[in-house]
């Protein structure tokens, strides 16, 4: 894989009965095609800091996450890519009680562990600290010189990476959707999109905060919006109407969904289509940020919630 290519992924057509009675066109860029685990917005991101880690001549990557953060795992596989030492600085220090039962059951973690990664992990409390000077002098001692990259891998480099997703292909679209966590994949396609489009946002998260994340990050332009009303809950939260959304989007299209981002923002623009939300005849784009290698670690968990439920 070459973190040096500019990579352009396909954009596939959706055809649904609903889209036909206001001749809605409907299409999905498919970034989760890019590599089956440094997918979507995580190849994007990570590009120009792995770029400026070798320039700097480090020869260690470290970032943060949570036990099923898809980009903890993105950071493992593309650093044995290309040639880093990785460490992952994981939120929750009961997880580190029992390694072998963690790595057993968390596919994420396990996967990433294959693939080199060394774990810390850390209490709650010292998560929230993360950034602190105090916690980076820790980590410089026990690990030396490394390159850090942010919880999500969210930084200006990652917005300049992002901001390659949309090509000129793409300036036909009306609306371009977008699903947000820590606000680098939105804040790159708002700097590069069009005077004339639309850059619609589906937070996985719930809150305020986002919107000065994005102004802090982005261009400013106020070509954008934050949809808040498809986050089931919050971060992680999902009921069975999701499940089934997904299992049925995928028999219909083809086209997989994870359920913490992409199947949220999927339900959420099918369901502004059936409420007339968009102007007759609107040319709506899709980005598929990934993040399908974590469905594993999700059915297990969903498996102790709902014995017959999983996501196929």
């Known amino acids: 894989m070459n973190f040096n290519s500019q990579i ?76 880093f030492k990785t460490i992952g600085i994981i939120r929750g220090d009961e997880l580190g009680n029992n390694i072998e039962k963690t790595l057993a059951t968390n596919s994420t973690l396990r996967n990433a562990s294959e693939r080199g990664m060394q774990f810390e992990f850390v209490t709650r409390e010292t998560y929230r600290n993360k950034t602190s000077i105090e916690f980076t002098e820790i980590l410089q001692k026990k690990y030396g010189d490394f390159y850090s990259i ?18 000129t292909e793409d300036h036909q679209f009306d609306y371009i959707c977008v699903c947000v966590g820590t606000g680098g994949t ?59 959304y997904i299992n049925q989007f995928k028999k219909d299209t083809k086209i997989p969904l994870d359920p913490i981002y992409t199947g949220k923002m999927m339900f959420g623009i099918l369901d502004m289509i059936k409420k007339n939300t968009f102007p007759k005849g609107s040319k ?5 940020s990934g993040g399908l290698q974590g469905i594993e670690g999700f059915n297990h968990r969903l498996k102790s919630k709902f014995s017959d439920l999983k996501i196929l």
Not at 195 to 210: E, I, R, S, T, W
Not at 217 to 230: F, G, P, T, V
Request: with cysteine; charged share 20%; glycine share 8%.
């Open 8 to 83: 352009q992924s396909k954009n596939q057509h959706i055809v649904l009965p609903e889209l036909e009675a206001n001749n809605y066109q409907l299409f999905i860029k498919r970034e989760d095609q890019i590599h089956p685990l440094v997918s979507g917005n995580k190849f994007r991101k990570l590009k120009y800091n792995l770029q400026k880690a070798i320039e700097q001549k480090k020869t260690t990557l470290l970032t943060f996450g949570g036990a099923f953060s898809n980009h903890i795992l993105a950071t493992a596989v593309a650093g044995e890519l290309t040639g």
């Open 150 to 167: 942010p919880e999500g891998g969210t930084n200006s480099l990652a917005v300049k990476g992002c901001e390659e997703i949309l090509s």
């Open 186 to 244: 939105i804040s790159g396609i708002i700097n590069s999109a069009k005077a004339h489009q639309k850059v619609l946002g589906f937070p996985a998260l719930k809150g305020n905060f986002l919107e000065n994340d994005i102004l802090n990050i982005s261009n400013k332009n106020n070509n954008w919006e934050l949809i808040k009303d498809y986050h089931f809950g919050g971060y992680g939260k999902y009921n069975k109407e999701l499940i089934h």
């Open 284 to 288: 709506i784009l899709i980005i598929h």
